[in-house]
Antibody
């Protein structure tokens, strides 16, 4: 079955960097768009970024554009999110999701918590 | 950016009752590309409905979606104990993809 497992969340100081990973299994990873979505504590969901199967196309929310970079390694079945210049407002649970044709998330990981605090 | 407004914020119902959740868009959602998710505490969202009215794999038929343009509805017939959760709508007709703020369905 489809499985997505995020890792890399941690406590980091403002201005710091972090790289999240999402290990995929149970489907042909290289056939699918993939996305990162986050949820601040007690808040709603925010779509951050997506990447096309071949990495040719990416897109970012304005809130993270220029600071976050999405990438993937199809040989390793892994999705990444490089997060730089982190701010307190980036504190959230970060989810990866499989996104057929960059649409909705039909399968989600369990999430990884990023806390930005001094 | 399309803003999605969900109502009500909280719905208090008893098991066996019907829940009707609304999602209104600030502008027309292209091709009715709207999805609904269920989220329980500490869990990831679970896709229920896509393309406004198509049930995702494994979703019970007591969940149904309807609507078009700017007004969409999620209906849950005969609430089961496991249906008490938060529900989000999301549009994917235009970028950026956006979510509603959620409706909590709680036990009355």
């Amino acid at each position: 079955q489809v499985q997505l497992v995020e890792s890399g969340g941690n406590l980091v100081k403002p201005g710091g960097s972090l790289r999240l990973s999402c290990a995929a299994s149970g489907f042909t990873f290289s056939d699918y768009y993939m996305s990162w979505i986050r949820q601040a504590p007690g808040k709603g969901l925010e779509w951050l970024s997506y990447i096309s199967p071949s990495s040719r196309y990416t897109n970012y929310a304005d809130s993270v554009k220029g600071r976050f970079t999405i990438s993937r390694d199809n040989a390793k079945n892994t999705l990444y999110l490089q997060m730089n210049s982190l701010r307190a407002e980036d504190t959230a649970v970060y989810f990866c999701a499989r996104s057929p044709a960059y649409s909705y998330g039909d399968h989600w990981g369990q999430g990884t918590l990023v806390t930005v605090s001094s | 950016e399309i803003v999605l407004t969900q109502s009500p914020g909280t719905l208090s119902l008893s098991p066996g009752e019907r829940a009707t959740l609304s999602c209104r868009a600030s502008q027309s959602v292209s091709n009715n590309y709207l999805a609904w998710y269920q989220q329980k505490p500490g869990q990831a969202p679970r896709l229920l409905i896509y393309d406004a009215s198509s049930r995702a794999t494994g979703i019970p038929d007591r969940f149904s979606g309807s609507g078009s343009g700017t007004d969409f509805t999620l209906t849950i017939n005969r609430l089961e104990p496991e249906d008490f959760a938060v529900y989000f709508c999301q549009q994917y007709g235009s970028s950026p993809r956006t979510f509603g703020q959620g409706t909590k369905v709680e036990i009355k």
